[in-house]
């Protein structure tokens, strides 16, 4: 079992940044992989960032890339997503999520999942 909460949104400014944290409780974090997901207002929720459980490998949608960073730090069960200029298309609900496979990208594969956090961009 591994419980995900989510820190680090809000509003700002579009060009602007915002750095999202997800801490884990629970047995074994440094198994799973992580990835963030988004859902906007009226929308599915959408992969937007996977890293590996070793951090080693990340993978990215292709509207992100360039712009958003992934990372984790086993030592302390958290995995973040640095956000660097932002739009306002990327306003939308970010969700964490736990994964036993390798860099996937369909929600499916994510059995843990936290509550989510809000991030609003202004144009």
């Known amino acids: 079992q591994v419980q995900l909460v989510e820190s680090g949104g809000g509003l700002v400014q579009a060009g602007g940044s915002l750095r999202l944290s997800c801490a884990a409780s629970?047995?074994?974090?440094?198994?799973?992989?992580m990835a963030w997901f988004r859902q906007a207002p009226g929308e599915g929720r959408d992969f937007v960032a996977a890293?590996?459980?070793?951090?080693?490998?990340?993978y990215y949608t292709d509207s992100v890339k360039g712009r958003f960073t992934i990372s984790r730090d086993n030592a302390k069960n958290t995995v973040f997503l640095q956000m660097n200029s932002l739009k306002p298309e990327d306003t939308a609900v970010y969700y964490c999520?736990?994964?036993?496979?390798?860099?996937?990208?369909?929600?499916?594969?994510?059995?843990?999942w936290g509550q989510g956090t809000q991030v609003t961009v202004s144009s």
């Open positions: 999520a736990a994964s036993l496979a390798y860099l996937v990208v369909g929600r499916t594969e994510y059995r843990y």
């Open positions: 629970g047995r074994a974090f440094s198994r799973y992989a």
């Open positions: 890293i590996s459980s070793s951090g080693g490998s990340t």
